[in-house]
């Protein structure tokens, strides 16, 4: 059977929300979604492979904080073939209690790059500015006095 690509996007959608889902609960089913060889990009991480390469970029981001969400609410997808595109924001607090709310702060705001191979992740470039609660100020070039 041949599916559409209405389902098929619909698929990639599912188990993209799922990763979201699973990976903030803590979940270790999360790494299902990925294929072993999946590749990984976060700003200050830099680029890696695996789902050992996974752990650790969640071990590290996690271990810097006290909590930490996405607002599934808040999400917009772009598809394009093999790609899911998601927009979003995220809310939390990092080890010293300072919190963030993306759209009520400056941090919080994300964009994501998932790409597909045989019904899998093959692909997770995330896009952010790592530092959530505002505390590289000295590089605001225009301000904190913005809407946020």
Request: with cysteine; aromatic share 12%.
């Amino acid at each position: 059977m041949i599916e559409t690509t209405d389902a098929v996007q619909s698929k990639r959608i599912e188990a993209v929300e799922q990763y979201f889902i699973r990976a903030d609960a803590g979940r270790a089913d999360a790494l299902d979604l990925f294929t072993d060889d999946v590749q990984l990009y976060f700003p200050k991480f830099g680029v890696a492979r695996g789902k050992r390469a996974f752990g650790e970029l969640a071990s590290g981001l996690l271990g810097s904080l006290r909590e930490f969400g996405h607002d599934l609410s808040s999400f917009r997808y772009i598809i394009a073939r093999d790609a899911v595109v998601v927009e979003g924001t995220t809310r939390g607090a990092d080890r010293d209690g300072n919190r963030w709310a993306g759209g009520e702060t400056a941090g919080g705001r994300f964009c994501s790059v998932f790409r597909f191979r045989d019904g899998l992740i093959a692909r997770m470039h995330i896009y952010l500015d790592p530092d959530y609660t505002s505390r590289d100020r000295e590089r605001f070039l225009w301000g904190t006095d913005r809407q946020w």
